[in-house]
């Protein structure tokens, strides 16, 4: 890899219908700005002179420009318009890695993403070629088969989380194949093509947020870590 560059995809695609607010997750007001702008700033603040990518709903993107000079000052950040589902908006996102380097993909709806994650993922892939936070289960675990269940050694299972960290060499040619309704991530999208991932210990506090309640635990891990 020559210069090194460095790249965040940030996805933020979703409706957040399961939150039941008219207004798009993403912009949903979070201890005083928009969900999204936590992550951008996470970025920014982990690795200087990241290039961040931010991929919205096509509707979203003039008011994503109001938001963003409101909010997060001097950050640059190129908006996207994503695609029909997420390997579509990641796909688009990767259209603006123009360099060699490392791409983190994350959810824009994780807003307690660390620097100390962002860089572990960073320094791993430097050293494997990917890192995929990930955590264990805490909780039993069933496998449900039509109308019965087994239980699953949760010993072998792993909650997967973002930023999922590639080089470019390994991610972008990943992404010129057609979709695959297994494509649940990006380290599905890279297994299928050819190409081996690598865990690395994620963050329990690095919650994604779905449904109201979410919001209530990420405001509260979020105060106790200030």
């Known amino acids: 890899m020559s210069d090194n560059k460095k790249y965040a995809v940030i996805v933020a695609g979703g409706k957040g219908s399961r939150m039941g607010s008219p207004i798009p997750k993403q912009f949903l007001p979070f201890l005083g700005k928009p969900l999204l702008c936590y992550a951008i700033e996470a970025f920014a603040d982990a690795m200087p002179g990241i290039k961040i990518i931010l991929v919205l709903p096509g509707d979203q993107l003039k008011s994503a420009q109001t938001v963003l000079r409101s909010y997060i000052g001097d950050i640059d ?71 019965s269940s087994r239980a699953v050694n949760r010993e072998h299972l792993r909650i997967v989380q973002t930023p999922q960290t590639f080089k470019t060499e390994m991610i972008l040619p990943a992404f010129t194949q057609s979709y695959h309704p297994s494509f649940t991530d990006e380290a599905t999208v890279v297994e299928a093509a050819g190409s081996k991932v690598h865990l690395i210990d994620g963050l329990h506090d690095n919650i994604k947020i779905t449904i109201p309640e979410d919001m209530v635990i990420a405001e509260v891990l979020l105060k106790a870590r200030a």
């Open 77 to 147: 950040v190129t908006v996207v318009a994503g695609g029909e589902t997420r390997f579509h908006s990641v796909q688009n996102g990767l259209q603006k890695v123009n360099n060699d380097g490392v791409v983190f993909v994350h959810d824009g709806a994780r807003p307690l993403i660390s620097s100390d994650l962002i860089q572990r993922c960073y320094k791993q892939t430097m050293e494997k070629g990917s890192a995929i936070p990930a955590i264990t289960v805490a909780d039993s675990m069933r496998i449900v088969e039509d109308d």
